[in-house]
Nanobody
Framework: QVQVVESGGGLVQVGGSLRLSCTAS????????MGWFRQTPGKEREGVSC???????LYANSVKGRFTVSKDNAKNTLYLQMDRLKPGETATYYC???????????????????????WGQGTQVTVSS
């Protein structure tokens, strides 16, 4: 049984930093592309970043240069380092395991919601001014 669990959310001031973590079990972590999504109430969940099985990274334009995605295959853990956070980035952040039969462990095309095989429960990030 696959389990995906995020942690690391919290309250941070504008311009501050947070690091999210996501541990996935019940699968061969190194074979999968992994993604981060976020959602605010009333809006559709949107992709933030993706890392391929080989460590290739992609980012939404809105977070390029401020967010860094990484992973540790030995720990089955995905990370998202978020720096210079903005007020509009208050959201629930979700970790996602991309469907291997669709993405083959890569982030091309940009991850779609229906391309996610497994979701975490989400972790709240609140950016205060």
């Amino acid at each position: 049984q696959v389990q995906v669990v995020e942690s690391g959310g919290g309250l941070v001031q504008v311009g501050g930093s947070l690091r999210l973590s996501c541990t996935a079990s019940g699968l061969t972590f190194a074979d999968y592309a992994m993604g981060w999504f976020r959602q605010t109430p009333g809006k559709e969940r949107e992709g933030v970043s993706c890392i391929s099985r080989e460590g290739g990274m992609l980012y939404a334009n809105s977070v390029k240069g401020r967010f860094t995605v990484s992973k540790d295959n030995a720990k089955n853990t995905l990370y998202l380092q978020m720096d210079r956070l903005k007020p509009g980035e208050t959201a629930t952040y979700y970790c996602a395991v991309l469907k291997i039969h669709r993405y083959g462990g890569y982030c091309n095309p940009w991850p779609a919601l229906d391309g996610v095989g497994y979701w975490g429960q989400g972790t709240q990030v609140t950016v205060s001014s």
